[in-house]
């Protein structure tokens, strides 16, 4: 079963330190957001799971087992990273190539890597795209692309460093729609400063000049406007709705996502 563990870890760019005693644990398989600002120490938290950066202080575990520079590449084989522009990722001309370039790195047969392709673009809805050039795809379809690409090689923890964000809001339920189907038995990451994209995860870390600000369920962390503040996070649409409603003196139910919004209006009528 996948679990991540980090325990007072610390990390500093130029003597400036970004993650200041720094500990959690993600025990099993579920959806976790890591939320905040920039600057917030997000990003290089993501990096120091996946083992592309090395750890000078504190300890990070992955499945129970240490992270170091020494194990860090064997590590990285049960971790799939989705970026936030899959421009970056591509590195074949023809979209079947570039979803098999994981999968073959990693020495699996013929049969098991085209057999890894057609699930991972079947899954991704982009079979009759297979021939094509993955840079000349439409937006959503490359971050599809880029997702078959990480699902070829079967992690256990799948991370989305900010991967929603130059999506417009069709291609970004789309996503959404498409992680929940692959969530089962898999720990899911949005690395994100998007409270509308938080809400979708069970889970918030919330982060705060290096260091966690909150952490629990996301109804509970994402409902408080004063954190969020605190935390240079705008708070959803829909939290902000609910509470001029309330100020407003209609007795409104706070919600902090689309679906929880539609459900608290419907409750008025």
């Not at 325990?7 to 905040?36: C, H, K, Q, R």
């Not at 520079?69 to 799939?80: L, M, V």
């Not at 889970?203 to 004063?226: N, Q, T």
């Not at 954190?227 to 705008?234: D, N, T």
């Amino acid at each position: 079963m996948p679990s991540i563990a980090a325990e007072d870890i610390s990390f500093s760019y130029g003597g400036e330190d970004v993650l200041s005693s720094f500990s959690f644990t993600i025990p099993g398989p579920g959806t976790v957001a890591v939320l905040g600002a920039n600057g917030s120490g997000k990003s290089t938290l993501m990096k120091l799971i996946a083992g592309l950066l090395p750890l000078r202080r504190g300890r990070i575990e992955i499945d129970g087992r240490q992270v170091t520079e020494d194990n860090a590449f064997s590590i990285r084989r049960s971790i799939g990273i989705v970026f936030q522009d899959p421009d970056s990722q591509f590195v074949s001309p023809v979209l079947e190539e570039d979803t098999a370039f994981g999968p073959e790195n990693y020495g699996f047969s013929r049969t098991e890597v085209m057999s890894r392709v057609d699930r991972s673009l079947s899954l991704t809805g982009l079979q009759d795209r297979r021939r094509s050039a993955p840079q000349l795809l439409s937006g959503g379809e490359k971050e599809r692309a880029q997702l078959a690409g990480v699902i070829a090689i079967s992690p256990d923890i799948l991370i989305f460093d900010e991967a929603f964000s130059m999506l417009d809001l069709e291609g970004q339920r789309s996503m959404h729609d498409l992680v929940a189907a692959l969530k089962e038995g898999r720990i899911v990451v949005s690395i994100t400063h998007s409270a509308e994209e938080a809400a979708l995860s069970d889970r918030v870390i919330l982060l705060r000049r290096g260091r966690i600000a909150a952490d629990g369920p996301s109804e509970d962390v994402l409902s408080d406007m004063d954190l969020l503040s605190s935390c240079s996070i705008r708070p959803s649409y829909a939290l902000r709705l609910t509470s001029a409603l309330r100020e407003a003196g209609i007795d409104a139910r706070f919600a902090i996502s689309d679906d929880g919004l539609k459900e608290a209006l419907c409750s008025l009528l």
